[in-house]
């Protein structure tokens, strides 16, 4: 009786790759399948497995991969709170920041290499990811566990420090206070950084920031909390602290460099502002 069959390891994989492709909110067909091909438990070492529930960790019952097909965090190193993250949540922000191919990304916060995996895929052709871990024991994983993908490089240390490439896509998985401005300059005409912004101490949203010839735009997506970026949470960069509504109705980006924040601006940093008001064809705030 086909009611009473246990469900493979392949279909619950096939089911997960049509929630993310769900949880994507994206109409590129090829997430599922990249959600499908690769496998979660290759990324996340021997188990049995600690996943986060409720900010604590459960181990699972056995080594059984099945157990990962589901929404959660799970450990890389529990010691530090260092997790692969939600499926959910990164399909979101896949799906939001819309990876082409041929096109250049930068994975900050790369842990064990699943998520790079992922983006990879979709930048084929001749696209490339240069992911940074600045755990070496986690990147030093990752290099192992991403061998058979194609156009990857993965850096041992601090992005927020290193040189960078010219970018299309800067993929964020660790909370910023204060955005990085040379992640600003690494992006290419059109590029666009997504990231877990830590706007004060109680609300964590996830923002894509894209430059065009006016300047940048900014667009608050969903809740986001991630562990600390190092080198871009200090919080003493804070100038002005938005409320969380303020925070939500972020609409540009500025560079004090370039302009002086005005009556528009709801969060102000050492280098950087953002501002309630989109920017005009002038790159002016209106």
């Not at 530090?80 to 799906?95: Q, R, S, T, V, W």
Request: aromatic share 8%; proline share 7%.
């Amino acid at each position: 009786m086909t009611g009473n069959r246990h469900a493979s390891l392949n279909e619950i994989q096939a089911f997960h790759a049509k929630m993310m492709a769900l949880a994507s909110n994206s109409a590129d067909e090829r997430l599922e399948r990249i959600f499908e091909l690769v496998p979660r438990e290759v990324f996340l070492g021997p188990g049995p497995w600690r996943i986060m529930v409720n900010r604590r960790y459960i181990e699972t019952p056995s080594a059984d991969p099945v157990h990962l097909y589901q929404n959660v965090l799970v450990a890389l190193d529990a010691e530090k709170g260092i997790n692969n993250g939600e499926p959910f949540l990164h399909a979101a922000l896949i799906g939001a920041s819309a990876p082409k191919a041929g096109e250049t990304i930068i994975h900050v916060g790369a842990g064990t290499g699943y998520y790079t995996a992922l983006l990879s895929m979709l930048v084929l052709p001749n696209g490339h990811v240069h992911a940074f871990e600045i755990e070496e024991s986690l990147a030093e994983r990752a290099r192992e566990n991403l061998e058979p993908f194609v156009g990857i490089s993965v850096v041992t240390g601090d992005a927020t420090a290193l040189p960078l490439p010219g970018a299309d896509l800067i993929y964020v998985n660790a909370g910023v206070v204060a955005l990085p401005t040379k992640w600003l300059d690494a992006l290419r005409p059109g590029g666009r950084i997504i990231f877990p912004w830590q706007a004060n101490q109680s609300t964590g949203l996830a923002l894509i920031v894209t430059r065009s010839e006016h300047g940048y735009a900014a667009t608050p997506l969903k809740p986001a909390w991630f562990i600390p970026c190092i080198g871009a949470s200090d919080v003493d960069q804070r100038i002005k602290t938005p409320s969380a509504a303020e925070a939500w109705a972020v609409r540009s980006l500025w560079l004090t460099r370039d302009r002086s924040p005005d009556e528009t601006a709801v969060a102000v940093y050492k280098d950087l502002w953002f501002s309630s008001a989109g920017g005009g064809e002038d790159g002016k705030p209106q």
